[in-house]
Each structure stands twice: as structure tokens, then as C-alpha cells.
């Protein structure tokens, strides 16, 4: 719901906000700039000094103003010319006529009204209030993200537009928070909607005396020039008239002759809400105020494009269900948490089987559970484990809105996962367990299925089609990945001696004119998923390149038995495969210039190798990698050397298994190494981990004792986004 309520008017009203802030920004540097332009006003000078030295200049003054902008100008009549001119506010010299440039008054007309009277005024205070919805419901969504409000200045994980998005986000919230109340505010009250204060002045009567010069008078005497908003001058062929004095205490009338204050109408606490506002949105005699809501409002457009570009690809990837009932209407809900989105091809058959048979089924992402209505009869949890037996990306709310739901219904979780990883359907089991110790009653046990496996599935929807009382056919043809061919064009082959044969495999896009064609774009750590051939179910290898590299790099251990290994360590240049990109934005380093620690095993080192490559500006970047024998399968021996020599890599600990030294593993380098790693996390490194699950497992264990002494654990690093593995 809150995505919905966040992205619906950021995709629709995002050019009009653009409009806005880009305006916003123009308009906010003009206060910094009359600050230069305009003379301080001085402390200490009266009115009466100031209104003095004007009138020796000009035959007839209407008024001297205070404008918001800082500049003080004087309206006059000299016999038949009228005109408005600056002054200077300590002497009251002349500075020039005043005027407002055509391009400012332009950008104003269209920053508060699209350039269209009262209907864009009315448009552009409708959307202040949905910047200040986008601005509250962003930052909201953030927290949720990262963990909680606490957690709001974390680092920010995924693709670049989410991290842009998000890091743009926060920075600019309190700007725009600001912004978009105070414009709304001033939208409302240029409609009446809230009031406008205008007291009328009393009537008073003038004692009709010949006026006395202006400086004479005790009451402009008495007033500083740094406390007027303005002086209206009395007709000069009107006995009767007053002087009328605007500070921002109140309004007061002065008798022209005698220099008495006949009247005082104090200001009101709206008169003054309505001044503190104006300033807070224009930045207007606040000029830093104001560049720092320029700022803010300059991240807008990329914030509309980031966002735009998030919203289209979750669109893009989900499957469309035929026939998705509301979910006030449905007796089966059926919730979906998935990341690769494979899952949502199975939600969509048994959506289409349930249908058939009758039921009014409701599909939605996990995400987005909604309160039950009072049809619902039964809950169908269909939850993929990414990670290390984490929630996908559709499922990460999910169990935090269950534990608010009032309603239990009988549930049945089907969990989808790959027997190869040690969790295998581990965050099914997580929800089960929670729906266990939350009294939800079971609709069917718990089932796992395996590699997508179609027949499993079948089996799950027989059992299903029992408990409800009908037959139900779950027959699921699995979507293939849309692929591209690859062309290996090089191999490098290494640990064959040690009983450990490696390939480092670069492969090309075949393009025409036997040129290399264009390819998909990737950075070193994201998945190749390569469909070996005769096989629907892809294999994933880790990136050792990004795609600007030019080439897509893997490195492949042979695996006894295996099908994909075997197939790829059988290549030869030339020969070419069908693959897919599959990002993984958890596996990225994260913005800034802190240090990286990198520690991998065996082909493990292929995506360090990458991100050591990529890192041309010189980022501090350490590399930990064990092997087993120098002589035979030291991986980007050379090319590790030359990125020392360029700075790219600060500094690499080998260790090999069966070395000269007596052997050494890359754990006993990482406890060897404690006090320079110690130090390193305290600078706030982050440590990236790649290869086996064993190798992982031990460097936990050697890192564990290294950051307890700076009070940390490596739970806490890995939630913050500081300890990431690509572990298989
Ligand atoms: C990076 C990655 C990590 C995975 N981690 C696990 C895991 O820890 N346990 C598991 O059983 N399956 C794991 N899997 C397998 C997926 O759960 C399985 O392929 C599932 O069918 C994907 O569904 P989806 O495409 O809807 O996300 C992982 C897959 C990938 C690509």
C-alpha cells in the first residue's frame, strides 16, 4: 500500500514536480544574490532619517518598502513621472530604477503557476501536498528497507537507480519536507482557504496641522529602518491624511503635522506564521536557507527519473495474473515471494487452475498482504529463499505484516529453493515456523520443491486439490530466461596439477561483420545463468567482469559429475553458449572511498578479481585469496601484480594449501593479519566474501574475534551491508 500510495504520484506527476523544483532551484540562488546586490540595512539609522533624505530628491513619495528580497525602494511622483528606485536604507541615496528581470518574473509565474492563473496555481499547491506524500511516504519506505528509522543512515544496497533513488532521498527529505508544507501553506492562503490577516486601520482624526518635514517627526524618530516593512506617505492635498507605518510589530497611522501615533494595530500571531512562512519558502532575507532548499529541490528531477526507472522494471518483470480478484472478493489469497521471478510463473498457473475450478483467488506480492475480509476462507504461501536462506525481495515486509494480521485462516506454504545451498527453503521454513508459533492452523504441511521441478509441483496440487475437495492439475511450463548467445573467444586454464582444474572463460557477443556485438550490461559480481545445452534449468556463475570491461569473464572449477562445469570446461574458442544477466545488487561495494576487504578461495577470486579491475580511482582495496599451489593455479597472478603496480589493489595476501611454506589457508592470513583489519573495519571497511561455503564459514570464524573489540559482530556488519558473501 505504501509503495502504491508513493509510486502512483511520483510516475504520473513527476514532469509537473520536475517543473517545480527546476524553478525552485532558479528562484533560490536570487536571494544569495540580492544579499550581494542590495546594501545592508543598517542598525541604529530611523525612518524619519532615511524618509528625510528621500524626500530631498523627489517632489511627491507614495512609499518606501522593505521588500522580501532585501532591496529598499521608494515609489515616487515628480510632477507627471512616476516611478519606483532603490535606495541606499543608511543614506537614502538613489541606487537606479528598480525592476524584476522578464526571466525572473517568468520562472516565478511558472514556479507558482505553470504559467496559467488561478487553475496552475491551484495545480501547483496540489503539488506541494503530493511532494510532501512522496517526500514522507519515500523516507517510510526507506526505514522499512533498511530496518527501522534507526537504521534510515545505513548504506543502501541494489541497482544503481535504487541507490541513487534512496541516496538522493534522504538527502534532500528535510528540504522538500520543508518546501512542499510551506508552499501548500501559501498556495492555501492565496485561496482563502487559510486567512489572510488585513486589518482595517481605525478611523482617527488628524489634528490638520501644516505636515512638518518628515525627519522631525517623533514617531519615525523613534523607529529603526531595520524593523520597517513599509511607509506610506499622506497626500500632500489632504490635511486629514496619516503617515502609515508597517513594522513587523504592527501597523501603525502618524500624524503628519505633529509626528503623534494616533493609532497602533499590533501584528497577529497569523501575520507573523504567515511572514515566517513566506521566508521559510523563498529563503527570502534567509539567502543560505534558501541554497540549501535549491539544493534539495535540484535532486527532484533525478529522483523522478530514478524512480520512474524502479517502477518500470518491477512492472516489466512481474507476469500479469488473468483474472485477479479483489481481495475483499476472494475465498483464496495467494501470496508470492520471489526475486528472479520464477516463482510468479507458478502463482500464475495454480491462480488460472484454482480459478477454473470455481474459487475466487486473489495473487499478490508477499509484500503487500492486506487484512482478510470475511470471505477469505484459506491463505496459499508460494516463497523462494535467496541469500543464505534469506527473504526474496518480495517477501522482506511480509513477516512484520503477518505478525498485525487478526484473522488466521487455514495456510499452506510452499516453498521453492535448490537442494544444493545449506538452507534449502530456509525462508519457508523461517515463515513457517513464525506461522507455527503464531497459532496459524495448516492447511497442508509444509512442501519444498526443488529446482523448479514441474512434477513436484503437480504433487503439491494433487495433495491441494484433496484437502479442498476437487481435482486440481497444476501442469507448469516454465517460462525459459530469454538468452543471448556468447562466443568464447579466450581460456585460461590453471590446478590441474593440484587436482583442481580451473578455466578462466572470456567470452564476446557475436555480432556481424565478425565485430563484437553489444553486451547486456553487468558489473563483477552479478550472475551469468547459462543453459547447458538440452537443460531448461540455467546454471550461475559469478561475473569477473562488468560489461564496459568489453567481455564477460567467469571462473569455472570442474566439478565431478557436473553438467554445466563440464560442459563450459569443454569449450573451446569459438564455441559458443546460450546465457542470461541475472543481477545481484546484495554483491556490490558500497559508495564512498572506505576501504574494501576482499576475501575469496579457489575460482572465488573471479568477481574480486573484477572489482579490483573497476577500481581505477585508486580505492583502498585489500585482497585476501587462498589457493592451493602457487606453481599451479595462482588465478590473475599477473594481472593482480599490475594492479598493485596502478594502485588498483592496495595490497594481497595469498595463501596456498599445499605451498612451500607447509601450507597455510586464507583464514590463517586473515588471523595473522587481525591488528591491520581491525583497523581497517574501524575506518569503516566493508568486507566482501567470495567462494566455497566452507571457506566462508572459516573466515567468519578467523574475522569473528578481529571486530568483537570494536564492539562489533559480524550479524551486525552484514544487516548494515558492511559484510557481504557470494557463497556456493
Ligand atoms: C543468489 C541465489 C541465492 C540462492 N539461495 C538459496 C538458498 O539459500 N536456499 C535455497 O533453497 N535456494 C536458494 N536459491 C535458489 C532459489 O530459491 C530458486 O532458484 C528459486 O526457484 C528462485 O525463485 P525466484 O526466481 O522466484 O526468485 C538461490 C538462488 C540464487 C540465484
Redesign the pocket.
Known amino acids: 500500500m505504501l509503495r502504491r500510495i508513493h509510486a502512483l504520484p511520483g510516475v504520473v506527476l513527476a514532469l509537473g514536480l520536475t517543473v517545480m523544483a527546476l524553478t525552485g532551484v532558479a528562484l533560490s540562488v536570487q536571494p544569495a544574490l540580492d544579499r550581494l546586490a542590495s546594501p545592508a540595512i543598517p542598525v541604529g539609522t530611523s525612518v524619519a532619517a532615511l524618509a528625510e533624505a528621500v524626500a530631498a530628491r523627489h517632489q511627491g513619495i507614495d512609499s518606501i518598502r522593505v521588500r522580501p528580497d532585501g532591496a529598499v525602494t521608494v515609489a515616487f511622483t515628480d510632477g507627471e513621472t512616476r516611478g519606483v528606485e532603490r535606495v541606499d536604507p543608511a543614506t537614502g541615496a538613489g541606487l537606479g530604477p528598480y525592476h524584476v528581470s522578464e526571466t525572473t518574473r517568468v520562472i516565478t509565474n511558472l514556479h507558482r503557476a505553470f504559467l496559467t492563473g488561478d487553475a496552475g496555481r491551484a495545480a501547483t499547491g496540489a503539488g506541494a501536498l503530493a511532494m510532501l506524500v512522496l517526500t514522507v511516504s519515500g523516507t517510510l519506505l526507506l526505514a522499512r528497507r533498511l530496518g527501522g528509522a534507526g537504521a534510515l543512515l545505513q548504506s543502501i544496497r541494489g541497482t544503481p537507480a535504487q541507490r541513487w533513488h534512496g541516496e538522493l532521498g534522504r538527502f534532500a527529505a528535510a528540504g522538500l519536507v520543508l518546501s512542499s508544507l510551506t508552499g501548500a501553506w501559501m498556495s492555501a492562503s492565496s485561496f482563502g482557504l487559510i486567512p489572510e490577516h488585513e486589518a482595517a486601520a481605525p478611523m482617527v482624526s488628524a489634528s490638520g496641522g501644516a505636515p512638518a518635514p518628515a525627519g522631525t517627526l517623533a514617531a519615525l524618530r523613534a523607529t529603526d529602518v531595520a524593523s520597517l516593512l513599509e511607509l506610506t506617505f499622506p497626500a500632500p492635498d489632504d490635511p486629514t491624511d496619516t503617515y502609515g507605518l508597517r513594522t513587523s510589530r504592527g501597523e501603525a497611522q502618524i500624524d503628519a503635522a505633529t509626528g503623534a501615533e494616533l493609532s497602533f494595530t499590533p501584528a497577529t500571531t497569523l501575520d507573523r506564521l504567515n511572514g515566517m512562512i513566506r521566508t521559510l519558502h523563498t529563503g527570502q532575507g534567509a539567502w543560505v536557507l534558501g541554497l540549501v532548499l535549491g539544493l534539495s529541490a535540484a535532486a527532484v528531477p533525478v529522483l523522478g527519473a530514478t524512480g520512474i526507472a524502479m517502477w518500470w522494471r518491477r512492472r516489466a518483470a512481474r507476469p500479469r495474473i488473468a483474472m485477479n480478484a479483489p481481495a475483499r472478493a476472494a475465498d483464496t489469497v495467494l501470496l508470492v515471494g520471489?526475486?528472479?521471478?520464477?516463482?510468479?510463473g507458478f502463482a500464475a498457473t495454480l491462480h488460472d487452475a484454482l480459478t477454473r475450478a470455481g474459487h475466487h483467488v486473489h495473487t499478490a506480492a508477499m509484500n503487500d498482504l492486506q487484512p482478510f475480509s470475511a470471505v477469505t476462507e484459506r491463505l496459499l504461501l508460494l516463497a523462494?529463499?535467496?541469500?543464505?536462506?534469506a527473504a526474496?525481495a518480495s517477501a522482506t515486509a511480509f513477516l512484520s505484516r503477518l505478525a498485525r494480521q487478526e484473522r488466521r485462516v487455514p495456510v499452506a506454504v510452499l516453498g521453492?529453493?535448490?537442494r544444493c545451498?545449506p538452507?534449502?527453503?530456509?525462508y519457508a521454513e523461517e515463515m513457517l515456523a513464525a506461522l507455527t508459533a503464531n497459532g496459524w492452523p495448516q492447511l497442508l504441511p509444509m512442501k519444498r520443491i526443488d529446482?523448479?521441478s514441474a512434477q513436484e509441483f503437480a504433487q503439491w496440487g494433487r495433495d491441494l486439490g484433496t484437502v479442498l475437495g476437487h481435482d486440481l492439475k497444476l501442469e507448469h511450463v516454465a517460462e525459459p530466461p530469454k538468452t543471448v548467445a556468447l562466443e568464447l573467444v579466450e581460456r585460461e586454464d590453471y590446478g590441474v596439477a593440484v587436482g583442481a582444474p580451473v578455466a578462466i572463460l572470456r567470452f564476446r557477443r557475436p555480432g556481424t561483420d565478425g565485430k563484437a556485438g553489444r553486451l547486456p550490461s553487468f558489473e563483477p559480481g552479478d550472475?551469468v545463468g547459462i543453459l547447458p545445452p538440452g537443460h531448461p534449468m540455467p546454471r550461475?556463475y559469478s561475473l569477473a567482469s562488468s560489461s564496459c570491461d568489453g567481455m564477460l569473464e567467469i571462473c569455472v572449477r570442474l566439478r565431478a559429475g557436473g553438467l554445466c562445469s563440464t560442459f563450459l570446461h569443454a569449450l573451446a574458442p569459438g564455441d559458443r553458449v546460450e546465457a542470461f544477466i541475472?543481477a545481484?545488487p546484495t554483491f556490490r561495494p558500497a559508495a564512498g572511498r572506505a576501504p574494501l576487504i576482499l576475501i575469496g578461495a579457489g575460482a572465488g577470486i573471479g568477481p574480486l578479481a573484477g572489482l579490483v579491475r573497476a577500481n581505477a580511482a585508486g580505492r583502498p582495496v585489500h585482497l585476501y585469496w587462498g589457493g592451493r599451489s602457487p606453481s599451479s593455479d595462482f588465478l590473475y597472478e599477473h594481472e593482480l601484480a599490475q594492479h598493485l603496480a596502478e594502485k588498483r589493489l592496495t595490497s594481497l595476501q595469498t595463501a596456498f594449501s599445499r605451498g612451500p611454506d607447509g601450507g597455510a589457508y586464507v583464514q590463517d592470513r586473515i588471523a595473522a593479519d587481525a591488528p591491520r583489519l581491525r583497523e581497517l573495519i574501524r575506518q569503516g571497511a566493508q568486507i566482501l566474501v567470495c567462494g566455497g561455503r566452507d571457506m566462508a564459514q572459516a573466515v567468519t570464524w578467523a574475522l569473528d574475534p578481529i571486530v568483537r573489540p570494536l564492539g562489533l559482530d559480524l550479524p551486525t556488519l552484514k544487516s548494515s551491508g558492511r559484510y557481504v558473501e557470494d557463497v556456493y
Open positions: 520471489s526475486e528472479g521471478n520464477s516463482t510468479w523462494a529463499t535467496h541469500g543464505d536462506g526474496p521453492f529453493g535448490d545451498f538452507h534449502f527453503c530456509g529446482r523448479r550472475l550461475f541475472r545481484n
